[in-house]
């Protein structure tokens, strides 16, 4: 059974190279119907915080994809424990009393990389026991072979076939001084007690793999397929971070300024990865029937914004496109709750609710649209743009709304063709041209020099809003 996870450390919130990990395992297991499983990667409690832990589950919730199973590795201590002191049991660990700071993993000595401490990588077992005993504080430390192992291969989904020089690597630690595991140790053991079969992250990690296919062989298990994903990079060229440049890299800030969660979805597969036939608008299933690793490119991909605008102009684009085209009753929940956070009433008819969004969508960008450019269309408290003010102010404009106005309020039907029948009439009538009025109505019912057609924006309105506001002109 096809098993894959997403294992997010608490340390900040949701990077957005992390949500595309995500959202690759996603559909990486749903293409082949498997098994996706979150592990909060948790066992390093010094840099963990509540707030960064539940910053990732908003995120997470916010892509709206879900997963089947969820674990947490610091409530798995023991598992990793016992795989660690497995591998100590083998021979194919040690322990390094190395005072102060043996905690590190990598140290550096003059003349290249430190890689290993003969005097405690060569101590006797019977030596070691009694040390430990003692209460002597060590690490455990991977007793990375030398001279009976050259190097360590696997294959790549993305990359192709890897491999490194058991001579440049170092005898990484498996536990801590204090006990607890490392990230190598505790991931591995976790990928192994979950049966995980595919480790689809970050090409940051691939350096990370000839360490824990050294575990995976040392506890006597299967590799796992590993498929390592491009970076994700600034304009620049540099490695999207957190710490330079902030709010960019946060999915939440995509979610704060008005995305639907699928656009954005959409958006974040498309860096790195293609459907190979030119596609850019896809619906989810659309994502899932396409997704395999040889559509993931090896070239890093650039996310666009600048310090003027922090979301990049394609996520942009496909946000309006998804926004204009998805269809309407899966669109209505998400306008429902910007109009609700905006202090906006809902239509109480289901009916006019929908029509009006049908209306309204086709120029709007963003969610947030609904609650500013289309607020007029839920609420009487609204600005008249000064673009709008112009098109009221020309000569008899307001004087003509006010005339519409009864005679609309007299008219049987309200309905776009039975307004339009009786501007038109009017223009006529009075000898001026349509589009007076057509554009003086448009700008006293929303506040907005352009739209959609003025006479869906009266039925959009409703009869009553309408004439009331032509006669306030």
């Known amino acids: 059974?096809?098993?894959?996870?997403?294992?997010?450390?608490p340390t900040g919130y949701l990077h957005i190279g992390s949500a595309r990990t995500f959202i690759f395992n996603w559909l990486y297991a749903c293409h082949h119907k498997g098994t996706m499983i979150l592990r909060i990667d948790d066992t390093d409690v010094e840099r963990n915080t509540v707030e960064a832990l539940e910053s990732i589950f908003e995120g997470l919730r916010w892509l709206d994809l879900g997963w089947d199973e969820e674990y947490h590795q610091s409530q798995r201590l023991e598992l990793h424990r016992k795989a660690a002191w497995a591998c100590f049991e083998k021979a194919l660990a040690y322990r390094d009393f190395t005072p102060a700071s043996a905690d590190l993993e990598e140290k550096s000595r003059q003349g290249g990389p430190w890689l290993f401490n003969p005097g405690m990588r060569e101590i006797r077992r019977e030596e070691s026991d009694r040390r430990a005993v003692a209460g002597e504080p060590f690490v455990l430390r991977f007793r990375v072979p030398r001279d009976s192992?050259?190097?360590?291969?696997?294959?790549?989904?993305?990359?192709?076939?890897?491999?490194?020089?058991?001579?440049?690597?170092?005898?990484?630690a498996l536990l801590r001084s204090n006990g607890l595991p490392t990230y190598h140790m505790a991931s591995c053991a976790d990928d192994l007690d979950l049966e995980i079969s595919h480790i689809i992250r970050g090409q940051d990690h691939l350096s990370n793999t000839f360490k824990h296919v050294l575990i995976f062989e040392a506890l006597g298990a299967t590799l796992p397929q590993f498929a390592h994903l491009p970076l994700l990079i600034a304009p620049d060229g540099s490695k999207l971070s957190k710490r330079r440049h902030g709010p960019v890299v946060s999915v939440l800030t995509y979610r704060d300024a008005g995305f639907l969660p699928h656009a954005y979805v959409n958006f974040l597969c498309l860096l790195g990865w293609s459907p190979k036939d030119n596609r850019e608008q896809m619906t989810r299933q659309e994502l899932i029937e396409a997704f395999s690793f040889e559509g993931i490119n090896r070239s890093n991909a650039v996310v666009n914004f600048s310090e003027q605008d922090p979301l990049d102009p394609k996520a942009a684009w496909l946000n309006a496109q998804h926004l204009r085209t998805m269809p309407v009753d899966e669109l209505l929940p998400h306008v429902r709750t910007v109009l609700e956070a905006a202090g906006l009433g809902v239509p109480a008819d289901p009916a006019a609710f929908r029509h009006t969004v049908e209306v309204i969508r086709s120029r709007f960008a963003t969610l947030k649209d609904f609650a500013t450019r289309g607020r007029a269309?839920?609420?009487?408290?609204?600005?008249?743009?000064?673009e709008s003010i112009e098109k009221l102010n020309q000569p008899g404009a307001r004087e003509l709304l006010g005339e519409l106005a009864g005679r609309l309020e007299l008219s049987a039907d309200f309905t776009e063709q039975s307004v339009e029948q009786q501007l038109r009439a009017l223009a006529a009538e009075r000898g001026v041209k349509a589009g007076l009025l057509i554009n003086a109505s448009r700008a006293v019912l929303t506040g907005q020099p352009v739209g959609p057609s003025a006479f869906a924006v009266f039925a959009a309105i409703g009869r009553e809003r309408a004439i009331h506001r032509l006669r306030k002109a």
């Open 1 to 9: 059974m096809l098993r894959v996870r997403f294992a997010p450390s």
């Open 149 to 172: 192992r050259g190097e360590v291969r696997f294959p790549d989904a993305v990359y192709g076939e890897q491999s490194k020089a058991t001579a440049d690597i170092e005898d990484f």
């Open 377 to 386: 269309y839920f609420s009487d408290d609204f600005e008249i743009l000064p």
